[in-house]
C-alpha cells in the first residue's frame, strides 16, 4: 500500500500507476510464458507437483479469476511479489496478471447493468504501526494498493475472519476498511472490479469483489471500533475515485512524457530506475 497526501501528490505514487500501464502493454508468448513459470516453480520447489502438474495440464481450462481464488500458490506469489515490487516474481507472473487484469475488465462490463449506482465494500486485514501512522497522516488524502483487492458485501465476514483476528500480532493493527463504491466514477477512471461469486473458485461464498492493482481511493477518516479484548481494532472510511483526481491527472500525464520513447520491458525498467530501483531494473 502505497499513500500520498491530499496537497502535496508524491511522484512516487504516480510512478507506480505508470508501472501497472507499462505492464499491462507488453505482450508476451502466454504458453511460452507458463512453462517458464511452472519449471521455475519446480525448481524453486513453490508449489507441489500436483498443483504444478494440474496447472500444467488445465491453466487454459479454467479461467484467471478461477486460478487466483483458488487454493493455489498463484495467489500468495502474486501479491508477495506485487507489494514487495519483486522484478522476478512480475516478470515470470506478467502473463497472469495480464489475463486477470483483462477478465476482470471484461466482467465488470457485463455486470454494468445490474450494478447499483452506489454500494459499500468491506476488507479486514492487519497493518503495522507504521502503515497505521501513514494511513492518519494521509487523511484527506490518496491511498492505494499495489495488489488485485478482494473485498466482499459482507461486513461481518471481513471483520470477524480478518480485521479481528490481526490484532492477535501485538506489533499490527486491525484494519476494517469500508469502500464506498459509485459505479460512475469508475466508468469515467477505467476502474475496474468485478463479482466473482460465480465465476471464482469457491462459488457462492464471501460476496466477493475483486479490484484489479492500484484501485485508488481517498481517506475520509478513521474511527476507533469499541472491543473489550483490544484497543487495536480501526475502521477506515474510503471512496473510489479512480483518476479521475485533477492533480493525479497532470502530474500522470506529465511524467508518462518520459517514458513515450520505450516500450515493453524497457519501459517498465526506466520507470524503476526513475522510483531509484537501478538493482530491479538490471533484472530485466
Known sequence: MISISFNHIDPLFMYTQLLKE???????DDAKSIKELIDNCRLQGNASEATLNKMEEEYRSHSSIWWYTGPYFIYSMLNYGLRQMDVDIIMKLGFFIRHLHNHITQIHHEQQATMPKTFQVFRGQGLSMEDFEKIKKTKGGLMSFNNFLS????????????ARPATKNPNSVGILFVMNIDTAICRKSSTPFAEVTQV??????E???LFSTYTIFRI???ERIEDKNTDRLWQVNLTIVGNQDDDFNKLTAHLRQQFTWVTGWARFADILIELGESEKAEHL
Open 200 to 205: 471464482g473458485y469457491y462459488k457462492d461464498k
Open 151 to 162: 473485498t466482499s458485501r459482507n461486513r461481518e465476514i471481513s471483520f470477524n475472519r480478518f
Open 207 to 209: 460476496e466477493e469483489i
Open 22 to 28: 507499462a505492464l499491462l502493454d507488453i505482450e508476451d
Open 220 to 222: 475520509h477518516g478513521l
